[in-house]
């Protein structure tokens, strides 16, 4: 989270959080585009519902389109949560990436992954009212080994290494994202 606040925190940067396409229930990015940037007034809100279920490639499109009207780069981050850990969301995680693979068919994803050590990240997702006593350890670690290997195949930034030197990693993540780096 706090490395996706410095990314979205940057001039020309448009970031969606925690988007997914089996959670648009919790996390809607039309709703995001609406509420935190302006992208969509209260009526295009209005005449989408009306058309009926928009897919999830679908609203994306629009709001990327929306962005670059504004001169912003649209940035997302993933809920991996869903695809790799899942309780209570979903019966079964993934394993993989389902929000890259819905949009890999329409764009040149640029993908990093962002990583905190697995105890702290347990210790973090245990902790929440909605996972507490859902989540056993055993199923927390396949899918932490999981995701481990997709981000070791991906590449990846570390939390530990932002609050060390926030600056490098920054410079660093955004040469990554081919994003111009703001350093305020």
Not at 81 to 91: E, K, N, S, W
Not at 125 to 154: C, M, N, P, W
């Amino acid at each position: 989270t706090l490395i996706s606040k410095c990314l979205g925190c940057m001039s020309g940067v448009l970031l969606l959080s925690e988007i997914h396409p089996l959670g648009t229930s919790h996390f809607n990015p039309l709703i995001q585009a609406q509420r935190w940037y302006g992208l969509l007034s209260s009526q295009d809100l209005s005449e989408l519902k009306a058309r009926g279920r928009v897919g999830f490639a679908d609203a994306i499109e629009l709001i990327r389109r929306r962005a670059e009207d504004c001169s912003q780069r649209l940035v997302i981050r993933d809920w991996s949560h869903l695809d790799f850990t899942g309780v209570p969301f979903v019966a079964r995680p993934a394993h993989r990436l389902l929000t890259a693979e819905a949009l890999a068919a329409r764009y040149e994803l640029r993908q990093v992954c962002t990583v905190r050590h697995p105890l702290d990240q347990w210790l973090s997702l245990s902790q929440l009212a909605v996972v507490q006593g859902r989540l056993t350890v055993d199923g927390y670690l396949s899918g932490y080994r999981r995701f481990a290997e997709v981000a070791k195949a991906i590449g990846f930034y570390r939390y530990e290494d932002l609050i060390d030197d926030p600056k490098s990693v920054m410079k660093a993540l955004c040469g990554d994202l081919q994003l111009r780096f703001d350093r305020t």
